[in-house]
């Protein structure tokens, strides 16, 4: 694989010069990326990353996945205003199970080395962890960012987050790692590695950062806490269903970074109606994790339902007879499907008009749900994306 496909697509490399040496010179490197399991599901945020990650797998290089199962007990600050919540040792190794699970979606399990800091910290002694806070100082800590928005505007900042980046970074000197990749706002953490690695006299890693992908919001970066992502889990119905959501100035940041399109074919896609565009972007993008008959298929269904108007055949079913409600109404039944946030939003919908019963607008919330004597179900459509048979 050519030197410019490995290192195309990233916003910031520290150690290039050095990097292209070793790479031309047939080296096999040590490539670390590391992921903290707080949440269960990887999102295609990560999916930036495990892409470049996959390149330099696919080129004959060390793939690293490191689990960071002890700094996720921290929590990581980056780019955060306020102290993450603690998880418990449970939640995380629960966490990183299913963390690897989906990253072998992208990379090739057999060829890829997995860790976790665990192994190193968990038998660091308390004289341990204050040397390592000598590497560092206040002051070069405040030089973050995030850090120094939180001090000035009297934001807790507390002692453990301090020791951050210096965990992260001593897991590149305990991996020896030549190479460590990260989104963007892992710079200041990569680093660090990079320094304590030359404290040490070791060959420094190289860093490479990629772009922070925008959520599904399109002002954010794609983020669980946001809630505005694509999960590697998600099924293909939600990945196309999502995609559909972008507005159609972020998607061409999707075809970049996901689908690596290079910036000739994305000028080409732009020259198509914007609809067919983000089609073609959200059957590749379920193509990444589901066989691409499945992938046509949720475009076919999505082109039936919402662009022709017609109703699903797949869709969640509920029976009145199962929900065991006093008052069988619109908004109780709705309520019950656990497809609304309240009962408030079903109110806010239906006033909006965007609520409809067998094809015909709904103006009462409160109405009573009757089957007409040969009638077995009714279908109710929310808004342009919630569908939900009621059946006897």
């Given at each position: 694989?050519?030197?410019?496909?490995?290192?195309?697509?990233?916003?910031?490399?520290?150690?290039?010069?050095?990097?292209?040496?070793?790479?031309?010179?047939?080296?096999?490197?040590?490539?670390?990326?590391?992921?903290?399991?707080?949440?269960?599901?990887?999102?295609?945020?990560?999916?930036?990353?495990?892409?470049?990650?996959?390149?330099?797998?696919?080129?004959?290089?060390?793939?690293?996945?490191?689990?960071?199962?002890?700094?996720?007990?921290?929590?990581?600050?980056?780019?955060?205003?306020?102290?993450?919540?603690?998880?418990?040792?449970?939640?995380?190794?629960?966490?990183?199970?299913?963390?690897?699970?989906?990253?072998?979606?992208?990379?090739?399990?057999?060829?890829?080395?997995?860790?976790?800091?665990?192994?190193?910290?968990?038998?660091?002694?308390?004289?341990?962890?204050?040397?390592?806070?000598?590497?560092?100082?206040?002051?070069?800590?405040?030089?973050r960012d995030d850090f120094s928005k939180r001090f000035k505007s009297n934001q807790p900042i507390?002692?453990?987050?301090?020791?951050?980046?210096?965990?992260?970074?001593?897991d590149s000197v305990i991996l020896e790692s030549d190479i460590e990749i990260g989104g963007s706002?892992?710079?200041?953490?990569?680093?660090?590695?990079?320094?304590?690695?030359?404290?040490?006299?070791?060959?420094?890693?190289?860093?490479?950062?990629?772009?922070?992908?925008?959520?599904?919001?399109?002002?954010?970066?794609?983020?669980?806490?946001?809630?505005?992502?694509?999960?590697?889990?998600?099924?293909?119905?939600?990945?196309?269903?999502?995609?559909?959501?972008?507005?159609?100035?972020?998607?061409?940041?999707?075809?970049?970074?996901?689908?690596?399109?290079?910036?000739?074919?994305?000028?080409?896609?732009?020259?198509?109606?914007?609809?067919?565009?983000?089609?073609?972007?959200?059957?590749?993008?379920?193509?990444?994790?589901?066989?691409?008959?499945?992938?046509?298929?949720?475009?076919?269904?999505?082109?039936?339902?919402?662009?022709?108007?017609?109703?699903?055949?797949?869709?969640?079913?509920?029976?009145?007879?199962?929900?065991?409600?006093?008052?069988?109404?619109?908004?109780?039944?709705?309520?019950?499907?656990?497809?609304?946030?309240?009962?408030?939003?079903?109110?806010?919908?239906?006033?909006?008009?965007?609520?409809?019963?067998?094809?015909?607008?709904?103006?009462?919330?409160?109405?009573?749900?009757?089957?007409?004597?040969?009638?077995?179900?009714?279908?109710?459509?929310?808004?342009?994306?919630?569908?939900?048979?009621?059946?006897?």
């Amino acid at each position: 694989m050519e030197i410019n496909t490995l290192l195309s697509g990233t916003e910031t490399i520290i150690g290039k010069e050095e990097l292209v040496e070793k790479i031309t010179s047939g080296a096999k490197l040590k490539v670390k990326f590391g992921v903290d399991p707080t949440r269960p599901d990887l999102t295609f945020g990560h999916l930036v990353v495990f892409n470049k990650l996959k390149q330099f797998q696919d080129a004959g290089h060390d793939a690293i996945l490191l689990i960071g199962d002890y700094t996720a007990r921290i929590g990581d600050p980056s780019g955060r205003s306020d102290l993450r919540p603690e998880l418990t040792a449970s939640e995380v190794e629960e966490n990183a199970e299913t963390y690897l699970d989906q990253a072998f979606k992208v990379l090739d399990e057999s060829k890829t080395i997995v860790r976790r800091n665990s192994e190193w910290f968990s038998k660091m002694t308390f004289a341990d962890a204050l040397n390592l806070t000598r590497k560092m100082t206040v002051a070069q800590m405040l030089e973050r960012d995030d850090f120094s928005k939180r001090f000035k505007s009297n934001q807790p900042i507390s002692m453990v987050e301090f020791m951050y980046p210096l965990i992260q970074g001593y897991d590149s000197v305990i991996l020896e790692s030549d190479i460590e990749i990260g989104g963007s706002d892992q710079l200041f953490n990569m680093l660090v590695g990079r320094n304590l690695q030359k404290d040490i006299g070791m060959n420094t890693q190289a860093v490479l950062t990629m772009p922070l992908l925008v959520g599904l919001d399109g002002v954010r970066k794609m983020s669980k806490s946001y809630d505005n992502y694509i999960a590697f889990n998600d099924s293909a119905k939600d990945i196309f269903g999502k995609a559909m959501s972008l507005s159609d100035e972020a998607m061409w940041e999707y075809f970049q970074l996901l689908l690596n399109y290079p910036d000739t074919q994305i000028e080409e896609m732009k020259q198509i109606h914007p609809m067919d565009a983000k089609k073609a972007l959200a059957e590749s993008l379920t193509s990444l994790f589901f066989e691409d008959s499945i992938a046509k298929r949720e475009r076919e269904e999505f082109s039936k339902v919402f662009s022709k108007g017609k109703v699903p055949e797949e869709m969640p079913t509920f029976s009145l007879s199962s929900l065991s409600l006093e008052k069988v109404s619109l908004l109780n039944v709705l309520a019950s499907t656990d497809k609304f946030g309240s009962k408030g939003e079903i109110r806010r919908l239906v006033k909006q008009g965007a609520i409809k019963l067998d094809n015909v607008r709904v103006d009462d919330p409160e109405m009573a749900l009757d089957f007409e004597p040969k009638q077995n179900e009714m279908v109710i459509k929310a808004g342009k994306k919630i569908f939900i048979r009621i059946e006897r």
